[in-house]
């Protein structure tokens, strides 16, 4: 069920009234691809984007940020947080990112909140864009469940007649939160929807679901299962003869959370900063401890141990996929290696 | 980033700002390593249990995680034991009775001494190893009709290289713990045992198999060897604990940098039952 029909003209003011108290971010088109970037209007964003390169995690985890400053003063100190508490809108994110959305929500508030993570998205509204057929090949989000988002948003969009850029194409609309619905009904924009529209909205389902292929050829639910007889594989070791262990496919994963801390120090050198930035469990540090010992010495153990987190583990540890079949690592990779590829080809082993 | 603004002074504390902690004592244990005692500048005690560990920050220069060496029985201080290897580790080794350092836990699942009261005890410590097991010697000994009989086995590479000293002295002569420790490779004044630390397994009395909590510490080859003599003695492998060290940066299950298999070494660890890491193959390999 739709909760209102809205023009595409009649989105894009209600996007600009939304930037006098917000700053605004979604999708523009630079050349032939399409980035997350902060924009000053309405029309600079591109809703009918296919992917974007980055996906919009930067915009509540950004790739670096300090978490505090800090003043030594007589031996002490003292330190002061920083937040992020800009309101801030997200227009045009795809079922996908929203799934991946949900995993970064989770991981960074249970069992110790992560503040900083958490200001940010507490400010942040959140309008989706769904996708009516595959955004590029490869994707395999149809795979992954997570071509449909039905929560961790605030508002979705449904475009439901094809004429692309027009301003009168309607898109179906249903509200995720409260704000969302606020936001709309406040503006008196959008009308109800019509037996008709309703039906429109059924067909374009059905639409979507005939245009998504599935790659992987068998459910995902069985991936944590493959996965646990997959360990002693000799393709990880195949596969990783060609891996440059550059870190690329962690940095373009909407769903890659790790990071790194370190201290940044004023001229001053009374005061500084403590700085977080996203790390990658593919770079060969990574699991190295004093005296030099690592942990996962081996690119293939690497590579292993990346494919295992989005297969298996986080899901077995959140209850919610750690990966959500953008794909964006597999575009990322410059040695060509690809995650359904594994997938099917440990599948094939039996 | 400018534009982001800092918290008024008044705070909750956020999940990565370290508290204000003092030195007030400092000991050279070796060449490498010192004991540092701490009181947290706010007066409260930090409230951990043995075998739990701390990220010890100094600002400008960075945070890295050290095991708790003392145990919460003796007071509202707390013990760290550090070895000199690197850029904080150094620094810390530049601290003096006075200095400030900012502290952030107490992290992670120490030992379940609940579990192990009414029981005897067995602890096995290689190395440095010994200091996250202090902690639990400590509370063993201040809680000692708790416990039933105490077997404390100990072995460093040279005597150049053996920590706690005076604590080694104390536990020879103590009648409530069975203390034997060894050296791998003795100098000329050494005067006691030498060899591999599983060679004190010949010092033990039977043990009751059924009846004994072990604890390991130490170097992962030492672990191995050290399990096969006590699953030798049919000890169950959920009465086996171990401590790992993993890298880490957060301590608080997000940076991912701690994870061995599917577990947070920092959440679920560092004390683990040797049963569950089992099916772990990062575990201990
Ligand atoms: C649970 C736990 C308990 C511990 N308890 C104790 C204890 O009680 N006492 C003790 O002395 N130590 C303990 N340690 C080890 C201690 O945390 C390390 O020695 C410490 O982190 C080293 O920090 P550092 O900044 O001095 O060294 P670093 O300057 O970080 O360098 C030391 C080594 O760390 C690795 N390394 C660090 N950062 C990087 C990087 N960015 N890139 C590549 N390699 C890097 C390298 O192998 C390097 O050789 C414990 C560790 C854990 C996980
Ligand atoms: S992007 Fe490709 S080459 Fe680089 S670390 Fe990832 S798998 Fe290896
Ligand atoms: S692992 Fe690859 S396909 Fe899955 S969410 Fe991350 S970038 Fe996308
Ligand atoms: S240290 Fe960061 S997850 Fe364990």
Known sequence: MLDRIITRGRLVELVDELARTRRIIGPVRRGERFFYEPVAKAREIDLEFNYCVYSPKKVLFPAREELFMFERNNGSFRTKPLL??????????????????????????????DDHYLARRRQLFIIGVDCPAECT????????????????????CYPLSANGASEDMRYGIKFGTDAGREFLLYA????????????AFERYRAQKRAAFQRRIPFDVDGLPALLDRSYDSLLWEATARRCYSCGSCNLSCPTCFCFN?????????????????????????????????????????????????KGKWILEREGIPGCVGCARCDRACTAKINSVEIYNQLAEEG | MTAIAPAPLEHARTLYEPQPAEVVAVEKLTDLENLYRFRLSSGEPLGHGPGQFVQMSLLGIGECPISICSSPTRGDYFELCVRRVGEVTGHIHGLKKGDTIGIRGPLGHGFDVHDMHGRDVLIVAGGLGLAPVRSLIQYILDERSRFGAFHLLYGARSPAELLFRNDLTIWRESPDVNFHMTVDRPDEQWRGRSGVVTTLFGELPPIDPLETMVVIVGPPIMFKFVVLEVLARRVP?????????????????????????????????????????????????
Not at chain 1, 188 to 199: I, K, S
Not at chain 2, 247 to 258: L, Q, T, W, Y
């Open chain 1, 188 to 199: 008196q924009a959008g009308d109800r929807p019509t037996v008709e529209d309703e039906r």
């Open chain 1, 261 to 309: 801390t370190f201290d940044k120090l004023d001229l001053t050198l009374s005061s500084g900063q403590r700085v977080r930035e996203w790390d990658g469990c593919q770079l060969r540090e990574f699991a190295t401890v004093a005296g030099g010992h690592n942990f996962r010495p081996q690119a293939a153990s690497r590579l292993r141990h990346r494919i295992y987190r």
């Open chain 1, 84 to 113: 992020d508490e800009r309101p801030t809108a997200l227009i045009g994110v795809h079922p996908c990112d929203i799934n991946a959305i949900r995993l970064l929500d989770q991981v960074f508030s249970h069992s110790h909140r």
């Open chain 2, 237 to 285: 492998q959920k009465n086996v604990f171990c401590s790992l060290e993993r890298r880490m940066k957060c301590g608080v299950g997000k940076c991912g940098h701690c994870q061995a298999n599917n577990v947070y070494v920092c959440l679920e660890g560092p004390v683990f039952r040797y049963g569950e890491l089992k099916a772990l193959r990062e575990a201990i390999e």
């Open chain 1, 137 to 156: 090949a490869g994707v395999f989000c149809e795979d992954m469940k997570s071509n449909e988002a039905n929560e961790g948003f605030d508002l979705m």
